[in-house]
């Protein structure tokens, strides 16, 4: 049996029904209570609207009752017959299926987990939902983390892992300690060393001791390559508008060797501090010139996204640190045609009373085209985000320098240590055994011993 969750108490049900002073707390007794009368969903959303004004579409009925089945104490009860199609029939059985071999096969590409929005890509790619499919996307992927279940105690979709999506890690803080140790108790003191044994240990290390003497040097290290940025003139940055991607940048960007930075659409000052801090600190130390600093910038291309690099640029500016080459490498309008990206919707919400400030100025320059970084971060462009990255990257890094240093240190061998010869070792050896043996001479204990 798969999980179970929310909890509606029956005691109390009723005197719930006549309380409307609080829609979000009862609107789960009220529709249960309704169920255990045998009223259908279309019936429910009726009865809620006449009842108590409380507005529920047929489907949001349904969705709240799927619900409260996922604990068996509600006794949810079925209170209509409809056809349903075999699981393997359905659409969002089978993307979820597909899902369950996806993140396995985005594991061992990308090196890490997908985003949710990075799968939802991947889902169209394969033509598997559209771009309308977003919100019921993640209701699923919800529901068969958890495990809910039908009627009849089934799971509704193939269980996924709790924690498949790289965008929902724990970032709560917990604080303090719950002290239930167990005490201790004493232990007894242990007995007096006896003084002969003690002694007679340390005479023994001490007539070996030149024994052990090998006279030779400890042996050098092999020499090895330096970093990929060694003794080169340019410093580079990388920068993406989404946290939930820096793993995966991390990973691809690996081998190039250069510090991401996850700034999480626009960013806060802190951040911008943090970061112009650590730029300045390269530029003060004279180790850098700041034409000679270089960030590359990955983001979403929509209202919002387009204006966030011109907002960091504006900021760093702000923080005392003029000059920088500062680029937008991804996502730009000719890689959405060039790649064929799916794109997003970006006209008003209705449901919202203000449409984005930015959509008026971004379509009299750019058009209607719009889609969200996470769809270069997909299987099926991973070596496209990985040629534009590197190529980014490698315009500023000199091979030439990069490979003299490896031809100086990579496997470079030390010398070999100096030893003493067996004459000089056997000599060497009796003039310690002979200052062991003068220091023990007749008296040596007024030394150290009054």
């Known amino acids: 049996m798969a999980s179970r969750s929310t909890r509606v108490s029956g005691t109390g049900i009723t005197s719930a029904l006549t309380d409307t002073s609080s829609f979000e707390l009862n609107v789960d007794q009220r529709i249960l209570y309704l169920n255990q009368q045998g009223h259908s969903t279309g019936k429910i959303s009726k009865l809620l609207n006449e009842l108590h004004n409380i507005q529920l579409s047929k489907s949001s009925v349904g969705r709240h009752l799927r619900e409260l089945m996922q604990d068996q104490d509600n006794n949810v009860q079925t209170n209509y017959q409809s056809y349903t199609k075999p699981k393997e029939q359905q659409k969002w059985y089978n993307v979820v299926l597909e899902l369950q071999r996806y993140f396995s096969q985005y594991q061992r590409t990308w090196g890490s987990k997908p985003s949710s929005r990075t799968a939802f890509y991947d889902m169209q790619d394969k033509h598997l939902i559209t771009n309308r499919d977003g919100k019921q996307f993640t209701r699923v992927t919800v529901q068969a983390r958890l495990g809910w279940v039908d009627s009849e105690g089934n799971l509704i979709y193939p269980k996924l892992p709790i924690d498949c999506f790289s965008d929902e890690k724990d970032h709560s803080v917990t604080a303090g300690f719950y002290g239930n140790d167990s005490p201790i108790e004493p232990t007894p003191p242990g007995p007096i060393p006896d003084p002969n044994v003690y002694i007679d240990y340390y005479i023994d290390r001490l007539k070996k001791a030149p024994s052990y003497y090998s006279g030779e040097g400890p042996p050098g290290r092999a020499g090895q390559i330096g970093g990929y940025w060694y003794g080169q003139e340019e410093y580079v940055e990388v920068w993406e508008e989404k946290v939930d991607l820096v793993t995966n940048f991390e990973e691809l960007l690996r081998p190039k060797q250069v510090k991401t930075r996850g700034n999480g659409g626009f960013p806060s000052l802190m951040f911008l501090n943090k970061c112009c801090m650590e730029l300045k600190q390269l530029i003060g130390t004279g180790d850098f010139e700041p034409e ?159």
């Open 292 to 450: 000679n600093i270089h960030i590359k910038y990955c983001g979403d291309w929509d209202p919002s996204g387009a204006q966030i690099d011109k907002y960091i640029q504006k900021r760093v500016r702000q923080h005392g640190i003029e000059g920088i080459d500062f680029e937008r490498v991804m996502i730009t309008p000719e890689q959405i045609d060039q790649f064929h990206l799916p794109l997003m919707n970006i006209e008003k919400d209705p449901n919202k009373k203000m449409a984005n400030p930015n959509l008026a100025e971004f379509k009299r320059l750019y058009g209607s085209k719009a889609t969200h970084l996470n769809a270069m971060m997909t299987l099926q462009h991973r070596e496209h985000t990985k040629k534009i990255l590197f190529d980014a990257i490698d315009q500023h890094h000199d091979p030439d320098v990069y490979q003299d240093m490896i031809d100086e240190y990579d496997g470079a061998e030390p010398d070999e240590p100096e030893s003493l010869s067996e004459e000089e070792l056997a000599e060497a050896r009796q003039q310690m055994i002979d200052r062991i043996t003068g220091a023990f001479q007749k008296g040596w204990d007024r030394l150290y011993y009054k």
